[in-house]
């Protein structure tokens, strides 16, 4: 069983930096391959970033391509989201999500998700 607890987010002023972590309670973390998501106030929920199960690979969205940086820990059971140059367009409640299959953008194809972390970027 996938158990994902987030830590992180919070406020920060445009440029600014922020690190949210999601912790897996399980035994299974490295089988599964990590993303994170983000969901702003009347949107859809959006891809933001994904890392293969070995951390090998990386995948962004173009919006946050060189500003992001996924990465993991599997002897901790973590994956990481490091958020630098924010923008106030980065606001939003960021999810991670584990799914046992390959790399997917879409949010319907992950099966566990954490609580979500409030990131508010102001200009």
């Known amino acids: 069983q996938v158990q994902l607890v987030q830590s992180g987010g919070g406020w920060v002023q445009a440029g600014g930096s922020l690190r949210l972590s999601c912790a897996d309670s399980?035994?299974?973390?490295?089988?599964?391959?990590m993303a994170w998501f983000r969901q702003a106030p009347g949107k859809d929920r959006e891809f933001v970033a994904g890392?293969?199960?070995?951390?090998?690979?990386?995948y962004y969205t173009g919006s946050v391509k060189g500003r992001f940086t996924i990465s993991r820990d599997n002897a901790k059971n973590t994956v990481y989201l490091q958020m630098n140059s924010l923008k106030p367009e980065d606001t939003a409640v960021y999810y991670c999500?584990?799914?046992?299959?390959?790399?997917?953008?879409?949010?319907?194809?992950?099966?566990?998700w954490g609580q979500g972390a409030q990131v508010t970027v102001s200009s």
């Open positions: 890392i293969t199960r070995s951390g090998g690979s990386t």
């Open positions: 399980g035994r299974t973390f490295s089988t599964y391959l």
């Open positions: 999500a584990a799914r046992a299959g390959g790399v997917g953008d879409s949010a319907d194809q992950y099966a566990y």
